[in-house]
């Protein structure tokens, strides 16, 4: 048994998650009714990284306060403001670019011309924003309210920050607990996954693998969009605000990218990431904020949903529209405001596109059959959504911190070289002074003689 466990260690995790990708898809196709029970695995696996991360996040994030040097030129407060300038850069490009790419390809789906008996009803995204962060602190780690419990953790960290060095290593010692149950969930990854894609094959063989292809186009324009963001925006986002090629750094995401798209949980994700960042040594100081956070607010997946289907239902609606300026500029600041406003809702985007679609006066019975639809895209679009979202929160971080450490670097060495040069300045001087002494007693000497 003990030489089982080792040799599972020893196994590249690539090689052990392939394995549980195509066990768990042959199991799926040839007798998913005998192994029903593997699709538990995957359930399991999600809701352990769902239950975890909320704690993790609240310790490590009292932790990195509590030994941070809040307040210095290069503390942590930098990076972390960079990072957040991104978020918000890459999600106004996210919206900027759904739209564009929606209206040039107008793509258009069969809708529901009967009006159908149900309640639409808009909620102030300003009250669900502010409930999500004036929460119990116990329900917030219970629910996952990420707003909620990074305001709870900073608050904690602050007053921890003044007691005693024991009660510090108190919190030092539990965010390394929290750390290694993080590991020990993620080393049953491969069954976890095996376990997802049981379930995938399985729901795929149902008959709404034939629905899926009427919406093709809608999937294609979704997968083309995300592919944009990931390999072109992203990349440019990340080479102007921190002159680092991102390609260099995306081999890095290579996990973050295989969780992300069968977990489709950003929340969940959040312990995968932060060992992503804690293996390649990034500050912790900043990867304990930017990480939750950006998984909490940051959602370019979202906002190119939004867009995207209210931009459908408009032209099947009426493909002879005539969309204004101001509707597509309402459209955008929406999408993007409303994404981080609904973080932590459970299918928030049902509340969205509504919101979205009344912009232009889209009837409710319309507005319900591309919420079918939304449904019925649920896997697909939250698969690839999730996976833009939690690899950019990454991709963010290493390129934020990278540049911190180099400039920091650059800023040691600078300060050292200073220090060489004027211990030679000093040197020559004492030189110079020492000879001019010896000239001149030299000098006295022969008017003496």
């Not at 209206?103 to 529901?112: A, D, E, I, M």
């Not at 290593?169 to 539990?174: A, E, K």
């Not at 408009?314 to 300026?325: E, G």
């Given at each position: 048994m003990g030489s089982i466990i080792a040799l599972y260690r020893k196994t590249?995790?690539?090689i052990k998650l392939v394995l549980g990708l195509g066990i768990g898809g042959m199991l799926g196709l040839l007798a998913p009714e005998r192994f029903m029970w593997v699709k538990n695995l995957g359930y399991i696996f999600i809701k352990a990284l769902e239950y975890t991360a909320p704690i993790l996040v609240f310790i490590l994030l009292i932790n990195a306060i509590t030994n941070s040097h809040i307040g210095e030129k290069n503390g942590s407060t930098y990076g972390l403001k960079r990072v957040i300038l991104m978020f918000v850069v890459s999600a106004v490009a996210a919206s900027v670019l759904s739209i564009l790419v929606c209206?040039?390809?107008?793509?258009?789906?069969?809708?529901?011309d009967n009006p159908v008996v149900r309640d639409i009803t808009d909620k102030s995204l300003f009250t669900t924003f502010i409930k999500e962060i004036v929460y119990n602190p116990i329900e917030a780690l219970i629910h996952g309210k990420y707003l909620a419990i990074l305001l709870w953790a900073a608050f904690i960290g602050i007053f921890v920050r003044?007691?005693?060095?024991?009660?510090?290593?108190?919190?030092?010692?539990?965010a390394a607990i929290a750390a290694k149950i993080t590991r020990v969930i993620l080393e049953l990854a491969p069954f976890g996954v095996m376990g997802l894609m049981f379930h995938d094959m399985t729901s795929a063989t149902s008959s709404s693998g034939t629905s899926l292809l009427m919406y093709k186009d809608l999937i294609i324009l979704f997968l083309v969009i995300s592919a944009i963001m990931f390999f072109i925006v992203n990349p440019l986002i990340v080479m102007v605000l921190t002159r680092r090629n991102a390609f260099r750094l995306m081999p890095a995401l290579e996990k973050s990218i295989i969780y992300s798209f069968f977990t489709c949980s950003s929340a969940a994700n959040i312990p995968v990431n932060q060992q992503i960042a804690e293996e390649k040594n990034v500050t912790r100081q900043l990867s304990t904020v930017a990480i939750p956070l950006g998984a909490t607010i940051h959602k370019p997946g979202s906002i190119i949903t939004i867009n995207m289907l209210a931009l459908v239902a408009?032209?099947?609606?009426?493909?002879?529209?005539?969309?204004?300026?101001m509707q597509y500029i309402e459209l955008g600041i929406v999408s993007v405001i409303s994404s981080a406003c609904i973080a932590g809702v459970a299918n928030g985007s049902l509340m969205l596109i509504p919101i979205a679609c009344r912009i232009f006066d889209i009837p409710d019975h319309m507005i319900l059959s591309i919420i079918e639809i939304n449904v019925l895209l649920t896997f697909i679009r939250d698969s690839f959504a999730t996976t833009l979202n939690s690899s950019s929160d990454l991709l963010f971080t290493l390129a934020v911190d990278e540049r911190h450490k180099t400039n920091t670097d650059a800023l040691v060495d600078n300060i050292i070289n200073a220090k060489h040069i004027k211990r030679r300045?000093?040197?020559?001087?004492?030189?110079?002074?020492?000879?001019?002494?010896?000239?001149?007693?030299?000098?006295?000497?022969?008017?003496?003689?």
């Open positions: 590249p995790l690539i209206s040039l390809y107008k793509v258009s789906v069969p809708l529901h003044q007691t005693e060095a024991t009660t510090k290593q108190v919190v030092n010692d539990l408009l032209f099947s609606y009426n493909p002879a529209a005539d969309i204004t300026v300045e000093e040197n020559e001087n004492a030189i110079k002074k020492a000879l001019n002494a010896s000239q001149n007693t030299a000098a006295e000497e022969e008017s003496d003689k």
